[in-house]
């Protein structure tokens, strides 16, 4: 049980896959602009990541055994058509997302945050169980430091900022602080 | 496409402009996930640079190649899969030809298949145009990548180690910046170049004002 919590708040936190491995930056810069959207966009991605966690560990365990030179691109494969079935629903289920959402929600295919999961979860050889746990405490990460980002850059946007930091230098050097500041969660697990 | 149009020079405005006017880092912003956690050392960011570029090449080929075959609806599919083939390819070949930097760079050899530019090229560039440019543009753009990430790579262990491609530049009294060598380092690095190059921009597009009032 505690391996668990250790492996949730582990890719959640101390080793959050945004701000410590880079995973998923596209969307981190791309859709950070609007706070509700981007919880929305962390959403989607958590769930994505679960069903391609668990799509992964079936692979691994019961097809890939004789095969295993194939795992990228089977890998890769159940992630293009989950994010094919995502998009289908969310159109269905609200329009108004889909629309916010826009180019970003296909482009979650190529979310490296979720091929990140599936292959981090092979290299460190964990269960379904703790696969699943892995993945969540990814997506939480994930939505955590996108919102937070959101949030920031919603205050920038109305400040006084000179015309040469705007942009993209800017937004990097907000990540950059984000991640010194998520720096600090390392020593979180040290003295246990 | 017409003939006159396969002149050398539009071929070399094609290779060109990955380099410096599109770079794909720099300018387009693209790809950065693989790039930013990799490029803590100059030896790691071009090898990074040259599987990238190599799979990029690749697929352009194929993709440029297959572009009357494949039926619009699949296309994104099918090229995620040519990419893939071909990042399996590059994954091997690391492992057997340079074991140690195989080693340090994990997973994120693996990664190369979500890195966004690839997909884009191929989507914007490759599945458009014939073979012959499709491979100049491949190739230029992966130039520009593999020289971005080398000049990442390269400030990054000049200020965090204070050594290039392993060699002490500094004498024993130089303190390493540690900060640069962890994740927010290649943020902060990443968006001072950046800085850099808008400063540039903005002075240039200001002094050609100035000429322009002036004439």
Redesign the interface.
């Known amino acids: 049980m505690m391996d668990l919590v250790w492996i949730f708040f582990g890719a959640a936190l101390v080793n959050n896959f945004t ?8 969307p981190f ?1 791309g859709v950070s602009s609007r706070l509700d959207v981007a919880v929305r966009l962390g959403l989607a991605s958590t769930f994505v990541m679960l069903i391609a966690s668990t799509g992964a560990w079936f692979l691994n365990s019961y097809v890939l055994v004789s095969a295993p ?1 194939l795992r ?2 089977s890998f ?2 159940v992630i ?1 058509s989950t994010v094919q079935f995502v998009e289908m629903v969310v159109k269905k289920a609200s329009p108004a997302l889909f629309q916010a959402l826009g180019i970003f929600l ?2 979650i ?4 945050a979720i ?2 999961v599936a ?2 979860q092979t ?1 460190r050889g964990y269960g379904l169980a703790e696969g699943l746990v892995f993945a969540f405490g990814a997506g939480v990460g994930f939505t955590l430091a996108l919102s937070l980002m959101a949030g920031m850059r919603e205050e920038v946007e109305l400040s006084d900022i000179p ?3 705007r ?7 907000i ?3 984000l ?2 500041a998520f ?1 600090g969660f390392a020593g979180l697990f040290s003295g246990m | 496409m017409a003939a006159d149009e396969k002149s050398p020079d539009r071929l070399y405005q094609e290779f060109v402009k990955g380099i410096w006017k599109e770079n794909p880092i720099f300018v387009q912003v693209l790809g950065m996930c693989p790039m930013l956690a990799v490029t803590n050392t100059a030896i790691n960011a071009l090898a990074m640079g040259a599987a990238t570029a190599f799979v990029l090449i690749g697929s352009s080929f194929l993709v440029s190649l297959l572009r009357k075959f494949v039926p619009k609806e699949v296309r994104i599919s099918t090229y995620i899969v040519i990419i893939a083939t071909f990042v399996t390819a590059a994954d091997f070949l690391l492992q057997a030809t340079v074991p140690d930097i195989h080693r340090e760079l994990g997973a994120f050899i693996s990664l190369i298949v979500v890195n966004c530019l690839i997909l884009g090229r191929q989507e914007a560039f490759a599945s458009r145009n014939s073979v012959g440019y499709a491979v100049v543009d491949a190739v230029g753009m992966g130039i520009g990548f593999a020289l971005a990430l080398f000049m990442l790579g390269s400030a990054r262990e000049i200020v965090g180690f204070g050594s290039f491609f392993g060699m002490p530049l500094f004498g024993p009294n130089y303190e390493p910046w540690v900060v640069m060598i962890l994740p927010p380092g290649g943020f902060l690095m990443l968006g001072m170049i950046l800085l850099v190059m808008n400063w540039f921009q903005q002075r240039k597009s200001r002094s050609r004002e100035m000429m322009e009032k002036a004439a």
């Open positions: 701000l410590s491995y880079f995973l998923g930056l596209c810069f030179y990228l691109i890769i494969v293009a296909p482009l295919t190529t979310n490296c091929l990140g292959l981090f290299n015309s040469v930091v942009g993209t230098a800017l937004n990097l050097l990540a950059g602080v991640s010194l720096m």
